[in-house]
């Protein structure tokens, strides 16, 4: 189809949401663009779907989510291919991202319950004649707002957590990958025909506004700080709690001991996948002195063997080209040297892996996110000082180790919310692992039981059982029962440990 649009933007033409591949600028489809009342109406729907869906039960979500996945899985090829359409990357990588959003979808529905369900919690000794409950209730209903690099794995993940606790779901997918987000919703829809429980809501960014201010219950963002930021003022208005999964600045850690061909080649995964759009990717290596040159030539080795266009993508959002050339460039000139790639690796809408060495600390290609195929590796006196300078930046998402006998204790001393040793993005794949960083990277978890917990209200229920012995919430109480208050908290807790 001949390209009517600048490829890769979004545009909005007689009340439908244009999506367009960022490589050919073909049209990978149309969507009906909503509005602050058509955002208003889809909550109210959701609110009532809510009810229903809840009342199915823990056995009955969970039945209907695994046919889901069923679904996703008997489809893998299809989405694979829509999303190639829609964002270019290659058909490889789709499959990669569906697999881990199959397990994700799988992990929430066979543990909510376990996780979620009543239970009866022990009784402290003070309180005795009362018995106490915890159960976790749902919002009611939860607004996602996905982004555009995995629109797949990266909005299943609060979905299917939010669904499973038993919410429904208004989904505003990212204006760059529409089709991709309204085929989740449809195919939801064929497993859960009765009532709208997931539903999307299409448009920019006034629609994601909207989607805050509209009464929803909860809200999971996923995207760059920025916009994070402006979601959280959003939500305060109404005092909306929100889970922010924003932007990253990775760093790998290779210390003295590692497997410097394995490091390198899982660095080269981490940081050129899916052309590098990835907030989890690797964007800053820390490398030993000792193995530090054979580390570089090794990824110089592996990125340059990438093909641009076939196992590297284009660049979705065409801004984002500028500040990848931005970021490269002032790395050179600041001192740092291009050993493979550099500014004229830019080449609209493909960036060439690009790897950098020498580049001072205090360029934007260390401090700030490129979200491109680019490496920086910088070399360190050891361990302690590549953890100096891992922490030393405002994001703190993900990162990782390569090393044996240090690394489990060099990765507990990250400040990130997730670290992959001896390996790289690892742990996105592991459902019962919760996902989230700290910082500027945001705040909240997705997947796992902390990732379930986040789309229930957790709920306390005392039951009184006898007469009290020792009766302290009582105007009843009499002096001498207050003593016996007093002489049996020194008895318990009066001795020094």
């Not at 823990?58 to 989510?65: S, V």
């Not at 805050?212 to 999971?220: F, S």
């Not at 050179?332 to 790639?341: D, E, S």
């Amino acid at each position: 189809m001949t390209a009517t649009h600048a490829p890769g933007l979004p545009v909005i033409e007689d009340g439908q949401l244009i999506s367009t591949n960022p490589a050919t600028g073909a049209e990978a489809g149309r969507v009906p663009a909503a509005d602050e009342k058509s955002v208003i109406a889809a909550v109210d729907r959701a609110r009532e779907a809510a009810v229903w869906w809840q009342s199915l039960g823990w056995e009955g979500r969970k039945t209907r989510l695994l046919r889901w996945r069923t679904l996703l899985v008997e489809r893998i090829e299809e989405l694979a291919e829509l999303t190639r359409l829609e964002t270019g990357k290659p058909l490889n990588d789709g499959i990669i991202e569906i697999t881990a959003a199959v397990e994700h979808l799988d992990w929430a529905a066979r543990h909510a319950k376990r996780v979620l369900g009543p239970r009866r919690m022990r009784t402290r000794l003070l309180l005795a004649e009362h018995v106490g409950h915890l159960e976790y209730q749902p919002f009611g209903v939860i607004g996602v707002i996905g982004p555009w690099n995995y629109p797949i794995v990266t909005p299943i993940g609060p979905i299917s957590g939010a669904l499973a606790a038993g919410n429904a779901i208004v989904f505003k997918p990212s204006e760059y990958t529409p089709v991709v987000g309204q085929w989740l919703v449809d195919s939801f829809a064929e497993i859960v025909p009765e009532h709208p429980v997931l539903q999307a809501v299409h448009g920019l960014g006034d629609v994601g506004g909207a989607l805050c201010r509209a009464g929803v219950g909860k809200v999971a963002f996923t995207g760059s700080t920025a916009t994070g930021k402006k979601v959280m003022a959003a939500c305060a208005e109404n005092l909306i709690p929100v889970v922010i999964e924003a932007g990253g600045k990775d760093a790998l850690i290779v210390d003295a001991d590692a497997d410097v061909r394995a490091a390198a080649e899982a660095a080269v995964w981490g940081a050129m996948t899916n052309a590098g759009q990835t907030c989890i990717g690797i964007e800053r290596a820390y490398v030993v002195e000792p193995v530090y040159d054979r580390f570089v030539a090794a990824v110089v080795e592996k990125a340059g063997k990438l093909r641009t266009g076939e196992e590297i993508g284009p660049i979705t959002m065409p801004k984002q080209l500028e500040i990848i050339r931005d970021h490269i460039e002032d790395a050179l000139a600041k001192g740092g040297r291009a050993v493979l790639g550099g500014a004229d690796a830019v080449s609209p809408p493909y960036v060439s892996p690009t790897v950098l060495v020498d580049v001072p600390a205090n360029s934007s290609e260390i401090r700030d996110e490129t979200f491109g195929p680019t490496l920086t590796i910088t070399k360190v006196r050891d361990a302690e000082e590549a953890i100096q300078k891992t922490n030393d930046s405002p994001y703190g998402l993900g990162g990782a180790v390569f090393g044996k006998k240090d690394a489990i204790r060099i990765a507990r001393r990250m400040r990130t919310g997730m670290v992959a040793v001896n390996g790289t993005l690892t742990f996105v794949g592991m459902g019962n692992l919760p996902f989230g960083g700290v910082g500027e990277s945001g705040f909240g978890r997705i997947h796992g039981e902390d990732g379930l917990r986040e789309f229930a209200r957790p709920k306390a229920i005392t039951v009184r059982r006898a007469k009290s012995l020792l009766p302290a919430m009582t105007f009843e109480r009499t002096p001498a029962q207050v003593k016996q208050i007093i002489k049996a908290l020194r008895l318990l807790y009066g001795r020094k440990p």
